[in-house]
């Protein structure tokens, strides 16, 4: 039931501390899975990173936290699975809510034909794909009805951190406050995200743009607002604009940045290119804010948490601009929760 929710979507949105809470003591519970595959990863030669739609933003954060530290992680969208082909020590992390994503199954078979050791994220026990691979990682975000992915995207961030953190042989101490800060963000910034929804509500075309760990959060907040507001946004890295973007730009064109809390004084600047062609700007920050938006949300949390305080605020701007608009954000058209056809 929604409980008192007028929609499947919000109550989700509203369970996602506890399903972070939830997934990191899974994750503590069973250690010895999270250190095998950390050591499977650390002598990989590469990891591919297989998934679709949202879970594939999650992959692509995992991704270049990695590539960050030398490691050679390749984000691989999976419908696209055919364009790599594997070698000897590569690794393949699968990461699906679901765990009966076709795309991403497909993606399996044929790394398990080369192969490959397969380790799976997913949030549903004993899924196909969970099956299918080698080591298993579950997150225990529970049952998610609302098409839209919600709370099971913050729980693969906070997964996927967790592992990050287990590779580089770094404390897990900050993870057992994460569900807080995801609480606390929740409470301090809904009515926020509402004005933010309804204002973007108005809108036929959003950009959203960030940079480094901030893209992948871009990529989402643009995916959450087409698949259920349906307004066209486009996600890129903010240092792209002028190398095309910017064009489309005139007055009143909305863009929404997503300030990461790293490289801020390079998005401050891309920030200005956008408002000298009178774009309106909105701005989600962590820790500092961006100088000269129109619009801003700002919330403090530890920076390793910035990419978990940021999701449920992208979330929360989808559904408020989705209500405002008139749509079930439960039942966008065309979409399934599950993605069992090519
Ligand atoms: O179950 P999966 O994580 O494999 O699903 C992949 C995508 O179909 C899914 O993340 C989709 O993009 C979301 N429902 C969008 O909110």
Known sequence: SKEGYTHFMLKEIHESPIAVKDTISGFLNDMETVKEVAEE????????????????????????LLNR??????????????????????????ISQS????????????????????????????????????????????????????????????SLLFLYSVIERESVDYLEKAHEVVRNVITETEGLAKKFGEELAKKSNIYYLGRGLGVPLAMEGALKIKEIAYIHAEAYPAGESKHGPIALVEKGFPVVFINYGELDDELEKNLQEMKARFAITYSISVNKKLN??????????????????????????????????????DKPRNLAKTVTVE
């Open 69 to 94: 530290k030398g490691y050679t992680a390749i984000p691989l969208i999976a419908s696209e699975y055919y364009n790599i082909k594997l070698s000897k020590n590569d690794i393949v992390l699968a």
């Open 41 to 64: 990863i650390r002598r990989a030669n590469r990891i591919i990173v297989i998934a679709a739609g949202t879970s594939y933003h999650a992959g692509l954060y995992f991704s270049l």
């Open 99 to 158: 765990g009966e994503t076709l795309d991403v199954k497909m993606g399996i078979k044929k790394f398990k034909e080369e192969g490959a050791k397969i380790v799976s994220l997913t949030n549903v026990i004993e899924s196909h794909i969970a099956r299918e691979s080698n080591y298993k990682l579950y997150m225990r975000a529970g049952p998610e009805i609302g098409v839209a992915a919600t709370k099971t995207f913050t729980s693969q961030l906070a």
């Open 292 to 329: 000269f938006s129109d619009f801003e949300i700002l919330v403090n949390a530890d920076e390793r948490l910035s990419a978990l305080a940021i999701a449920p605020i992208i979330q929360m701007i989808a559904y408020y601009a989705a209500v405002k608009r008139g749509y079930d954000p």
